[in-house]
């Protein structure tokens, strides 16, 4: 039941910090990270040399974040597949390959073809899925549950953000495993993945400000959207929330890529999303903000409290609080991301749970 929300979707939105809770509850142990989902003793951990992490849409920009946090802190390489493509080629796996499925429903065709593909290929394959007994579940080698709760919304969100702090925990263990990391520093990380949901509370409170900047898509025919690193994908997953929802088109690049073709969109009016955090690339994104404004498009900044050179640029920020670590931020973040596609959406009258076309789990290839 919707329990006073007007939506699935705003419900599901406000439940992640609570989801979150509950995922990190009871995971850190004397001996690091609590993991026996992973069915792998410490030596095979330790043994592990390449991952392959696959998965499809907004699962397949959780990918993208645990790639980037995986190769930090346990420094072993990462490939980050679409199940959909990785189904047509032959993947590259090693005697010590882990394949890592990162599935909501745990029902998706491509991913389960893939994840029958690597078994066959000797890989052991671990799930990371929101569905107690799916498929996935039920076909891997171990299962992490991320226990964000029944997701209706055809939109994902909720299994977003807890998909992405269960692959931090996943990125944590291997580190401690393969000695990248002490026990200490493990702990460090854990406590910073504790702070996430008081900030994503901290970011709900602030929804005015996506309401506000919800009128700025109002006469826009597309939109693009900007991030750079781990915010690269942040930019790839608003731009998924706004199309789903809203119909309205939607582009994301990293935001060094606006200057070799996606800049020609930009006119007076145009709404470009930007996502520059307090973080070591924010300089090089303020300056693709500067060339935005400069062509008249309208930025539209989610910043860190506090930034003055965004609050002068920028007629329109969402703001987030500081987070305590660059990694981290993509789980911030993204919630105005999801709010303002929200409002977007409902401004433009669509039915933000079922977006037509859409399926919530996707069962065909
Ligand atoms: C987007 C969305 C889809 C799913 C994708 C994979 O909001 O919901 O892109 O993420 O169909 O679904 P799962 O994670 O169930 O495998």
Not at 176 to 187: P, R
Request: charged content about 20%; hydrophobic content about 40%; proline content about 4%.
């Amino acid at each position: 039941t919707l329990g006073g929300y007007p939506d699935f979707m705003a419900k599901e939105i406000n439940e992640q910090p609570e989801a979150i809770e509950r995922l990190l509850h009871d995971r850190l142990g004397e001996h690091g990270i609590e993991m026996d989902e992973l069915n792998m003793t410490a030596e095979e951990l330790a043994s592990v040399d390449r991952i392959y992490l696959v998965a499809c849409g907004t699962s397949y920009h959780v990918c993208l974040i645990a790639r980037a946090m995986i190769e930090d802190w346990a420094k072993i390489p990462v490939f980050c597949e679409y199940a959909s493509e990785l189904n047509y080629k032959e993947p590259l796996v090693t005697d010590h390959t882990l394949c890592v499925i990162v599935t909501q429903s745990g029902e998706t065709a491509d991913t389960l073809t893939a994840a029958r593909r690597m078994k066959g290929l000797g890989c052991k394959v671990f799930a990371v899925t929101n569905v107690l007994g799916s498929t996935a579940a039920r076909e891997s080698d171990g299962t992490l549950y991320v226990q964000a709760g029944p997701e209706i919304c055809v939109c994902s969100t909720k299994a977003y953000t807890a998909q992405m702090v269960a692959c931090s925990l996943l990125a944590l263990r291997l580190a401690l495993a393969n000695g990248q990391m002490d026990q200490t520093e493990v702990e460090r990380h854990f406590r910073n993945l504790q702070a996430m949901p008081a900030l994503i509370r901290e970011v709900i409170s602030r929804r005015w400000q996506d309401q506000e900047a919800s009128r700025l898509f109002r006469s826009a025919h597309s939109a693009l959207f900007l991030g750079r690193g781990v915010n690269s994908t942040t930019a790839y997953e608003g731009a998924l929330k706004l199309k789903e929802v809203s119909y309205l088109h939607a582009e994301a690049y990293p935001a060094g890529e606006m200057k070799h073709g996606p800049i020609a969109l930009l006119e007076p009016g145009f709404p470009v999303v930007a996502i520059v955090p307090a973080d070591h690339v924010h300089d090089k994104t303020v300056s693709n903000i500067q060339e935005v404004i400069a062509r008249g498009a309208t930025c539209i900044a989610v910043a860190t409290d506090g930034d003055e050179k965004i609050a002068k640029l920028c007629d329109n920020v969402l703001w987030i609080p500081p987070v305590p670590e660059e990694y981290l931020v993509p789980i911030v973040a993204i919630v105005h991301l999801q709010m303002l596609a929200r409002y977007v959406a409902i401004a433009r009258g669509c039915d933000v749970d079922k977006p037509r076309n859409l399926a919530k789990s996707v069962t065909v290839e």
